[in-house]
């Protein structure tokens, strides 16, 4: 019993490194496990099943009669593009003069060469890649008696249209956002970025989705190291199913434990095409608007876009607010319940006052008040978060007016606590990152706990437990903690507690993209070099 | 992964090594023996160790990549290397178990009397285990990180004492002429603890040349703060009240005062001067890791796990404040002190010799 326990915690904490998750069972036909020749007739015996694909059947009227079959996924496939530019000219054009030429040994190369008029079309041999084209979107053209296939690239489908992302709106700066379809991202990459240095690499995740992933950086900038790694860990991953950009950030950070988030995403071009320009690695994934950006540092979550496209000193003070409502969200509440409970000197005796009045007839210590109003908090938020829109908003209404209000009237909480909760609250939405302020809601809970059972001594133990875990952490072989630690007083300068203008920015951010360890003050690409993962 | 450390992490190791809780009973130290004049002592006492971090260096260059200890068996042979390894392990391990013992008083002696020992002495164990655990590279950064507003929290004391000091305590300057002065200047050993430490750091440090220079930044800029500190002190209280106070830093916290919104504000000093101390402990934890090491070739795990128990053990063993103090100085003038002195002459000399005759 407690041997099968032990086993199931090993299971469930330890990542075991290269080990397939959800594997698809081996009798499952995937992609990867098609081999053979391509053939109409292979391709059909596998997809026939299915009546989202279409098997068009015609006739090439050429010198003699020649078969051709076309198959594709309804509501992927542009019909537009495949009727005219490739049913059309085979098929109706009496008289052509290349047609007339066809005959049934020359058909497939006359077809490819002279007959499709699409700008995307690519010869194929493999049944593996010709599947993997047609339940990507493509059609894929056979003719009869002629090994391997023609890819027309047709794809097409309903998508969302590019629109400004709610999560990272801005009131100076582009309204565009990612989408789900990925060549749309590409391209708003490729329209922000027209070097011919920036590449991007397609791969697919996902041994039963195939999910189409796109690692781009800028060569020359970004470190090849850290490119060779990335790519490591992106083609290291088996999964069965990769649904959204979140299952590649979990499978490839570094310490997937933390409760900091070692991968830094963003739905804003702007905001990808400004990391890559200092090195970093974009990650972009089909079915998503999240694109994800490696190596990531702690900083970056508190720097918003708008911060590069306002005056040098808005930004600087913007900055110092987010960082004192970080301070404000991690530690008030915790800070509060510790001096509340052990260090009452600490308050001045008129304020003192104020709070024990304000605290008569509540019946339980200020740590269980602050947790009750905290989770409360939490609750209000995610009901508000979930339902639409208008009821969201009055469920924040009601909840903060209406419940405070009466649970201070009942004496349940104390005025002063729920001032201290609303400050938390608000002061929690300053991080421009999301999943750097969920993070710090998280570990609000266990400060509070730590000071509401040992005072400001369990705080410190608390403060600096995180500080060790901060430095001790690394993305992708690059301290998370830089420029604080490791640190660098120049770039801490440029571009972290402050933003310098951008004229006094004339190097990129040297930590991403060269490779002396001294740069990195400990070495880490040092450490990545000799060590891969 | 190798672990790296660069220039400017020296320089703050330096700084987070010397000063753990030293600013805390240091007026006592030098004003019990140089009066008010002891403030007079601090910078030339850790000038005083400057030359024996040279010889370190020296002897660590002769063989790159290895650490004194083992550079001490290479010299010495296994018979006198060995021992003199077991001396090094015993040494941290009592003088980390007493740092720690002494982070505990920092808060029971002030913002947590009523606290039980065995929890703070837990919580901090539990703390210096995990960067032992993390290793060297995570400590130099976790130091890098913290210490900077440690030593400001040191520069705010000092200015906010300042309209309670009295510089007229100090006068008239070297009544008693500077022969206490030369006479106290052996029991300031703090330069040598950090000597000390460099036994076990140099393998990790990137560019070792630039030990001096990040060194002596370290060294000139904890003198004068600590000088700084002193000064307050001897001016606040007097050089008469601050022999007989052992923490002298507490009452200096206590008393800050901004306005009359802003008082009692010991608490926020305490935590981080918990922050010094957390810093010198892991240091001396890190010499009985790796001395142990050098000793027995265990795994990492099971090395920290026996650096834990153990320094925990020796900090079960002082009965009262006055224990701590007299342990502490024991431990550094008669083992850190002679170790980092003479010990590293010996070997500076040997690898001399040995490298001389060399063909």
């Given at each position: 019993m407690l041997k099968r326990f032990a086993r199931m915690v090993k299971a469930l904490t330890l990542r075991r490194k290269g080990a397939p998750i959800r594997p698809a069972p081996k009798t499952t036909l995937t992609t990867t496990t098609l081999k053979g020749p391509c053939t109409y007739s292979s391709v059909k015996a596998i997809l026939s099943k299915s009546f989202d694909i279409i098997f068009r059947d015609f006739t090439i009227e050429g010198k003699q009669p020649v078969k051709g079959h076309l198959i594709c996924v309804d509501g992927m496939v542009d019909k537009e593009l495949v009727n005219n530019f490739v049913l059309k000219t085979l098929m109706v054009q009496g008289n052509h003069p290349v047609l007339s030429k066809v005959t049934p040994g020359n058909a497939f190369e006359m077809v490819f060469s002279h007959l499709i008029t699409n700008n995307e079309v690519k010869k194929e041999d493999l049944l593996s890649n010709a599947i993997d084209a047609i339940l990507s979107g493509d059609s894929v053209l056979f003719i009869e008696d002629q090994p391997g296939a023609i890819i027309v690239g047709a794809r097409g489908w309903g998508n969302r249209g590019v629109s400004e992302p709610e999560a990272e709106s801005v009131v100076r700066g582009p309204r565009e956002g990612f989408t789900e379809t990925l060549r749309i991202n590409t391209s708003q990459l490729r329209r922000k970025i027209k070097s011919p240095d920036f590449v991007m690499k397609p791969l697919k995740i996902g041994e039963v989705t195939r999910t189409d992933v796109v690692m781009a950086y800028i060569k020359g900038i970004a470190n090849d190291k850290i490119v060779k790694e990335v790519e490591n860990r992106l083609q290291a991953i088996k999964i069965n199913g990769i649904l959204e950009s979140g299952y590649i950030e979990e499978l490839i950070e570094d310490v997937p434990y933390s409760p900091f988030p070692q991968v830094f995403h963003t739905e804003r071009p702007d905001s990808a095409a400004a990391d890559l320009l200092e090195g970093k690695i974009a990650i972009l994934t089909d079915g998503t608007p999240f694109v994800l950006t490696v190596p990531s540092l702690f900083v970056q979550f508190f720097q918003a876009s708008e911060d590069y496209y306002e005056r040098p000193f808005t930004a600087v003070l913007v900055r110092f607010i987010r960082q004192f409502g970080v301070v404000i969200a991690l530690l008030l509440p915790a800070v509060y319940i510790a001096v509340t409970t052990f260090h009452q000197d600490m308050i001045p005796t008129a304020l003192v006052l104020s709070i024990a009045e304000g605290r008569q007839g509540v019946p339980v210590p200020a740590l269980v008040e602050a947790f009750s109003m905290e989770i409360t908090l939490e609750i209000l938020r995610e009901a508000g978060l979930r339902l639409p829109r208008p009821i969201g908003q009055a469920i924040g209404i009601v909840g903060a007016l209406v419940i405070g209000d009466a649970a201070v009237k009942a004496s349940l909480v104390s005025p002063i606590m729920v001032i201290v909760v609303s400050l938390t609250a608000i002061a929690s939405f300053t991080t421009p990152a999301f999943s750097m302020g969920i993070t710090i809601r998280l570990l609000r809970f266990p400060l509070m706990l730590l000071s509401g059972m040992f005072g400001f001594f369990g705080l410190s133990i608390g403060i600096y437990a995180l500080f060790l875990h901060l430095c001790s952490l690394r993305s992708f072989g690059i301290p998370y903690f830089y420029p604080a630690a490791p640190g660098n007083l120049f770039d801490l300068l440029k571009d972290t507690l402050v933003?310098?203008?951008?004229?006094?920015?004339?190097?990129?951010?040297?930590?991403?993209?060269?490779?002396?360890?001294?740069?990195?003050?400990?070495?880490?690409?040092?450490?990545?070099?000799?060590?891969?993962? | 992964l190798k672990e790296y450390i660069s220039g400017r992490q020296v320089t703050f190791l330096a700084l987070g090594v010397i000063l753990g809780t030293v600013f805390l009973p240091i007026a006592r130290m030098v004003a019990e023996k140089a009066g008010r004049d002891g403030w007079m002592l601090i910078i030339p006492a850790f000038l005083s160790a400057f030359p024996f971090v040279y010889l370190t260096l020296f002897t660590y260059l002769k063989a790159p990549g290895v650490d004194i200890l083992q550079r001490a068996k290479q010299l010495l042979g296994p018979w006198l290397g060995y021992p003199l390894a077991a001396l090094f392990c015993f040494t941290s391990i009592a003088f980390g178990g007493l740092l720690i013992r002494q982070s505990t008083e920092l808060f029971s002696h002030s913002i947590m009397i009523e606290m039980p020992f065995w929890v703070l002495l837990v919580g901090i164990e539990m703390l210096l285990v995990s960067v032992v655990y993390l290793g060297i590279e995570v400590f130099a950064r976790f130091n890098e990180s913290i210490v900077i507003p440690i030593l400001l929290s040191l520069v705010f004391l000092i200015l906010f004492s300042i309209p309670k000091a009295e510089?007229?305590?100090?006068?008239?300057?070297?009544?008693?002429?500077?022969?206490?002065?030369?006479?106290?200047?052996?029991?300031?050993?703090?330069?040598?603890?950090?000597?000390?430490?460099?036994?076990i750091l140099l393998p990790f440090i990137h560019k070792p040349h630039e030990v001096m220079r990040s060194s002596f930044r370290g060294f000139l800029i904890i003198s004068i703060l600590l000088t700084g500190v002193v000064i307050t002190e001897l001016c606040v209280f007097t050089p008469e009240e601050a022999t007989r106070m052992f923490y002298g830093g507490f009452s200096l916290a206590r008393s800050v005062e901004i306005g009359t919104i802003f008082q009692g504000l010991e608490p926020f000093f305490i935590v981080f001067w918990f922050g010094a101390s957390i810093i010198k402990a892991s240091a001396f934890l890190f010499c009985a890791y790796f001395s142990f090491k050098a000793i027995f070739p265990l795994r990492h795990g099971l090395l920290v796990v026996i650096v834990g128990i153990t320094s925990s053990a020796m900090a079960l063993v002082p009965e009262s404040t006055i224990d701590i103090v007299k342990f502490i100085s024991i431990i550094d003038n008669y083992f850190i002190l002679p170790i980092a002195s003479l010990g590293i002459c010996l070997l500076a000399i040997v690898s001399y010799i040995k490298d001389r005759r060399k063909p």
């Amino acid at each position: 019993m407690l041997k099968r326990f032990a086993r199931m915690v090993k299971a469930l904490t330890l990542r075991r490194k290269g080990a397939p998750i959800r594997p698809a069972p081996k009798t499952t036909l995937t992609t990867t496990t098609l081999k053979g020749p391509c053939t109409y007739s292979s391709v059909k015996a596998i997809l026939s099943k299915s009546f989202d694909i279409i098997f068009r059947d015609f006739t090439i009227e050429g010198k003699q009669p020649v078969k051709g079959h076309l198959i594709c996924v309804d509501g992927m496939v542009d019909k537009e593009l495949v009727n005219n530019f490739v049913l059309k000219t085979l098929m109706v054009q009496g008289n052509h003069p290349v047609l007339s030429k066809v005959t049934p040994g020359n058909a497939f190369e006359m077809v490819f060469s002279h007959l499709i008029t699409n700008n995307e079309v690519k010869k194929e041999d493999l049944l593996s890649n010709a599947i993997d084209a047609i339940l990507s979107g493509d059609s894929v053209l056979f003719i009869e008696d002629q090994p391997g296939a023609i890819i027309v690239g047709a794809r097409g489908w309903g998508n969302r249209g590019v629109s400004e992302p709610e999560a990272e709106s801005v009131v100076r700066g582009p309204r565009e956002g990612f989408t789900e379809t990925l060549r749309i991202n590409t391209s708003q990459l490729r329209r922000k970025i027209k070097s011919p240095d920036f590449v991007m690499k397609p791969l697919k995740i996902g041994e039963v989705t195939r999910t189409d992933v796109v690692m781009a950086y800028i060569k020359g900038i970004a470190n090849d190291k850290i490119v060779k790694e990335v790519e490591n860990r992106l083609q290291a991953i088996k999964i069965n199913g990769i649904l959204e950009s979140g299952y590649i950030e979990e499978l490839i950070e570094d310490v997937p434990y933390s409760p900091f988030p070692q991968v830094f995403h963003t739905e804003r071009p702007d905001s990808a095409a400004a990391d890559l320009l200092e090195g970093k690695i974009a990650i972009l994934t089909d079915g998503t608007p999240f694109v994800l950006t490696v190596p990531s540092l702690f900083v970056q979550f508190f720097q918003a876009s708008e911060d590069y496209y306002e005056r040098p000193f808005t930004a600087v003070l913007v900055r110092f607010i987010r960082q004192f409502g970080v301070v404000i969200a991690l530690l008030l509440p915790a800070v509060y319940i510790a001096v509340t409970t052990f260090h009452q000197d600490m308050i001045p005796t008129a304020l003192v006052l104020s709070i024990a009045e304000g605290r008569q007839g509540v019946p339980v210590p200020a740590l269980v008040e602050a947790f009750s109003m905290e989770i409360t908090l939490e609750i209000l938020r995610e009901a508000g978060l979930r339902l639409p829109r208008p009821i969201g908003q009055a469920i924040g209404i009601v909840g903060a007016l209406v419940i405070g209000d009466a649970a201070v009237k009942a004496s349940l909480v104390s005025p002063i606590m729920v001032i201290v909760v609303s400050l938390t609250a608000i002061a929690s939405f300053t991080t421009p990152a999301f999943s750097m302020g969920i993070t710090i809601r998280l570990l609000r809970f266990p400060l509070m706990l730590l000071s509401g059972m040992f005072g400001f001594f369990g705080l410190s133990i608390g403060i600096y437990a995180l500080f060790l875990h901060l430095c001790s952490l690394r993305s992708f072989g690059i301290p998370y903690f830089y420029p604080a630690a490791p640190g660098n007083l120049f770039d801490l300068l440029k571009d972290t507690l402050v933003r310098a203008p951008w004229w006094a920015q004339r190097a990129t951010p040297r930590i991403f993209t060269n490779p002396d360890p001294e740069y990195s003050s400990s070495g880490s690409l040092k450490a990545l070099e000799e060590e891969p993962s | 992964l190798k672990e790296y450390i660069s220039g400017r992490q020296v320089t703050f190791l330096a700084l987070g090594v010397i000063l753990g809780t030293v600013f805390l009973p240091i007026a006592r130290m030098v004003a019990e023996k140089a009066g008010r004049d002891g403030w007079m002592l601090i910078i030339p006492a850790f000038l005083s160790a400057f030359p024996f971090v040279y010889l370190t260096l020296f002897t660590y260059l002769k063989a790159p990549g290895v650490d004194i200890l083992q550079r001490a068996k290479q010299l010495l042979g296994p018979w006198l290397g060995y021992p003199l390894a077991a001396l090094f392990c015993f040494t941290s391990i009592a003088f980390g178990g007493l740092l720690i013992r002494q982070s505990t008083e920092l808060f029971s002696h002030s913002i947590m009397i009523e606290m039980p020992f065995w929890v703070l002495l837990v919580g901090i164990e539990m703390l210096l285990v995990s960067v032992v655990y993390l290793g060297i590279e995570v400590f130099a950064r976790f130091n890098e990180s913290i210490v900077i507003p440690i030593l400001l929290s040191l520069v705010f004391l000092i200015l906010f004492s300042i309209p309670k000091a009295e510089l007229s305590m100090l006068k008239p300057f070297l009544y008693n002429g500077l022969k206490p002065i030369i006479k106290t200047l052996p029991g300031i050993p703090f330069g040598f603890e950090y000597c000390f430490f460099l036994w076990i750091l140099l393998p990790f440090i990137h560019k070792p040349h630039e030990v001096m220079r990040s060194s002596f930044r370290g060294f000139l800029i904890i003198s004068i703060l600590l000088t700084g500190v002193v000064i307050t002190e001897l001016c606040v209280f007097t050089p008469e009240e601050a022999t007989r106070m052992f923490y002298g830093g507490f009452s200096l916290a206590r008393s800050v005062e901004i306005g009359t919104i802003f008082q009692g504000l010991e608490p926020f000093f305490i935590v981080f001067w918990f922050g010094a101390s957390i810093i010198k402990a892991s240091a001396f934890l890190f010499c009985a890791y790796f001395s142990f090491k050098a000793i027995f070739p265990l795994r990492h795990g099971l090395l920290v796990v026996i650096v834990g128990i153990t320094s925990s053990a020796m900090a079960l063993v002082p009965e009262s404040t006055i224990d701590i103090v007299k342990f502490i100085s024991i431990i550094d003038n008669y083992f850190i002190l002679p170790i980092a002195s003479l010990g590293i002459c010996l070997l500076a000399i040997v690898s001399y010799i040995k490298d001389r005759r060399k063909p």
